[in-house]
């Protein structure tokens, strides 16, 4: 029996991912979006955590520079 490699990754860090995507990746997005999640990640996904009353472009700058890694689609 072939022996099986360790992740490298062997936890989740409980970090908060953002997720980058054009309008037309948005369900592969969220489908990436889902799978993190059942892995145990936070993620940040727009327009999905976008709050009304904020500008987007603001909210997204700030979820970037607080998200510790960043996947582009």
């Known amino acids: 029996?072939?022996?099986r490699?360790?992740?490298v990754v062997s936890e989740p860090m409980n970090q908060e991912v953002f997720i980058s995507h054009?309008?037309?990746d948005?369900?592969?997005a969220g489908d990436v979006r889902d799978l993190l999640h059942q892995l145990g990640?936070?993620?940040w996904i727009a327009p999905d955590d976008l709050v009304g009353a904020s500008s987007w472009p603001e909210q997204i700058l700030a979820a970037v520079?607080?998200?510790h890694a960043l996947v582009v689609l």
């Open 1 to 3: 029996m072939a022996e």
């Open 5 to 7: 490699k360790k992740s």
């Open 22 to 24: 054009a309008s037309s």
């Open 26 to 28: 948005a369900a592969t």
């Open 41 to 43: 990640y936070a993620t």
């Open 65 to 67: 520079g607080r998200c």
